[in-house]
């Protein structure tokens, strides 16, 4: 069983798009995250939740909303996609001190 | 501030080799917790270990072994005996102690572990 699982895994779209990124967890794990990598692998933090309350929110268009329906779920909204926002986008969860990481969801926009 | 750095951009060695990565971190924090993850050419993110500040025994597990000296702020991670399924993109991570921190990541070493 996926233990943090993200959908799609890939998307491809137009410049001025709105589109979404799902994540689910089924650790039991109350804090998740969303983090953006891109081309040169460099990873930044975007946004943490813990149990639906927004605790990280770094410097990110306002274009990208996260909303987290439940502490299992925390889905990835963006508004009016760019070029520069292509990259992996990670979903991850945390109990403790330790993230895991879902596969990644490799967006590229046209 | 927080900052993790692996100055080894890129690293090629050949099968069975042992191979060293290379991680330094700078913090405030007197308790925190540094990590290595693993990125295969698949593109998953893989938690290897974590290694609380408090805690400086060095750690082994199979190949893997990660030397962690607080005196010169290193978490080295080597592998022994290298082999091919070795080569990943390795990232050291740092947090502090409290739930609301940051996970900051180096950024990263890629290992080509050639046959």
């Known amino acids: 069983d996926t233990a943090v699982s993200q959908t799609p895994k890939y998307l491809v779209t137009q410049m001025g798009n709105d589109k979404s990124i799902k994540c689910e967890q089924n650790?039991?794990?109350?804090?998740m995250y969303w983090y953006k990598q891109d081309s040169k692998k460099f990873l930044k933090i975007m946004f943490s939740?813990?149990?639906?309350?927004?605790?990280i929110n770094e410097t990110v268009p306002n274009r990208f909303s996260p909303k987290s329906p439940d502490k299992a779920h925390l889905n990835l909204h963006i508004n009016s996609l760019e070029l520069g926002d292509s990259a992996v986008y990670f979903c991850?969860?945390?109990?403790?001190?330790?993230?895991?990481f879902g596969p990644g969801t490799r967006l590229l926009v046209l | 501030a927080q900052k993790v750095t692996q100055a080894q951009t890129e690293i090629s060695v050949v099968e069975k080799e042992d191979v060293t990565l290379d991680c330094v971190y700078e913090?405030?924090?007197?308790?925190?917790?540094l990590f290595w993850y693993k990125q295969p050419p698949s593109g998953e993110l893989v938690f290897l270990i974590r290694r609380n500040s408090f805690d400086e025994q060095n750690e082994i597990s199979g190949r893997y072994s990660w030397n962690f000296q607080k005196s010169t702020s290193s978490f080295n991670f080597t592998i022994t005996a290298s082999q091919v399924v070795d080569s990943a993109v390795y990232f050291c991570a740092l947090s502090g102690p409290d739930r609301d921190d940051k996970i900051i990541f180096g950024k990263g070493t890629r290992l080509h572990i050639l046959p």
């Open positions: 939740y813990n149990n639906k309350e927004l605790i």
């Open positions: 913090t405030r924090d007197t308790t925190y917790y």
């Open positions: 991850a969860s945390s109990h403790i001190e330790t993230q895991y």
């Open positions: 650790l039991g794990h109350d804090t």
